[in-house]
């Protein structure tokens, strides 16, 4: 029934287009109108983000990955719009004996996935980094970054994301960096310290929900398990 249904279609296409050239010959010629011009896609958007209230500085936490039997350590935070509405959430991982980086990002939903979303910033050509997988929180977005691309990173002032939303419209989340630099090259936190305050966080907030970090280091984990199980031994 749809083969049927589309090849009725294309027929159908196939005579208004014989139609149009016949009435095209029969009718005299007429002088060449110009073409309208092609609609042009709506200006850029710079979205300044700025430190989640509850997190207002970065984080950085190692532990050991019982599957790659690996020390992992991740450099974490979450951001929000001006006027405190949850947007983003950025990890980056580190793992023991691998000169490979990778920035994790939780980014909102509506964005258009083939375009992707591009990593820059001072000095630091753009990236591309490739949608993982989609939840209720947000899309996953992993950039693969070597040493010289995290040294950039760690001398920044804003780290720049841009995708493009449902209208084909660019957006730029600009990211502030103040801090990272620090905390990454710190020996970071163990798994009990950060419990502890994520206990008091969530005390301080009284039950809201921190969408960023949490979902980013579960999914984390899950990826680079998935990596590390397909690597041949």
């Known amino acids: 029934m749809i083969k049927n249904v589309t090849i009725g279609l294309i027929a159908a296409a196939a005579s208004v287009i014989a139609w ?10 007429q002088p060449q109108q110009p073409s309208a011009a092609a609609p042009q896609p709506p200006a850029a958007v710079k979205v300044p983000l700025k430190a989640a209230p509850y997190q207002p500085d970065w984080i950085k936490v190692c532990d050991e990955d019982p599957v790659a039997k690996k020390t992992v350590c991740y450099t974490t935070r979450d951001f929000v719009a001006e006027n405190n509405q949850p947007v983003m959430g950025l990890a980056l991982y580190q793992v023991k004996d691998d000169p490979r980086r990778f920035a994790r990002i939780l980014v909102p939903l509506t964005f258009m996935i083939p375009p992707g979303v591009r990593l820059s910033t001072e000095g630091l050509n753009p990236i591309a980094g490739r949608f993982q997988i989609c939840s209720q929180e947000g899309c996953f977005v992993e950039v693969e970054l070597n040493e010289a691309a995290v ?40 798994p009990a310290t950060l419990q502890k305050m994520r206990e008091d966080a969530a005390r301080a907030q009284q039950g809201a929900a921190q969408p960023g970090s949490d979902e980013l280091r579960r999914r984390g984990e899950e990826l680079m398990r998935q990596r590390q199980g397909a690597q041949p031994q």
């Not at 149009?20 to 010629?29: K, L, T």
């Not at 001398?155 to 990272?180: C, H, I, S, T, Y």
């Open 20 to 29: 149009g050239a016949s009435a095209q010959q029969q009718r005299p010629a």
């Open 151 to 190: 040294n950039l990173i760690k001398k920044g002032k804003v780290l720049r994301l841009d995708m493009q939303n449902q209208f084909a419209q660019e957006v730029n989340f600009e990211v502030p960096l103040d801090g990272f630099s620090k905390m990454y090259d710190s020996a970071g936190l163990d």
